[in-house]
């Protein structure tokens, strides 16, 4: 599905593309036949269009399957100004990208 909308965004930059091309054709100012931002807009539509990777990113997971295991809140000392950082095993495992041990 992702790929789909991916394919149909870069259909629209191409298109977009397309109508900045006209807007410029008809200019009579040098500001006004300035088309620079078709060199951005062209090229990605087409990558968008033909490409086999993905370059949309959408992020549906929930905010809790996002952090890493053992993320835990920094919890307050009473009368202290810097948080006290509580890092357990998982997570220093995680920072050293070892697989959760059992």
């Known amino acids: 599905m992702k790929m789909r909308e991916q394919r149909w965004l870069g259909l629209v930059m191409v298109v977009i593309s397309w109508l900045l091309l006209t807007i410029a054709a008809g200019g009579e100012t040098l500001e006004e036949r300035?088309?620079?931002?078709?060199?951005?807009?062209?090229?990605?539509?087409?990558?968008?269009?033909?490409?086999?990777?993905?370059?949309?990113?959408?992020?549906?997971?929930?905010?809790?399957?996002?952090?890493?295991?053992?993320?835990?809140?920094?919890?307050?000392?009473?009368?202290?100004?810097a948080p006290v950082s509580t890092i357990t095993a998982e997570r220093k495992e995680f920072i050293n990208g070892k697989e959760k041990s059992n």
């Open 34 to 81: 300035d088309a620079t931002a078709v060199l951005l807009t062209l090229p990605l539509g087409l990558y968008m269009m033909f490409g086999e990777t993905l370059v949309l990113y959408q992020d549906d997971a929930p905010a809790s399957a996002r952090e890493p295991p053992g993320e835990d809140v920094p919890s307050y000392q009473a009368g202290a100004d």
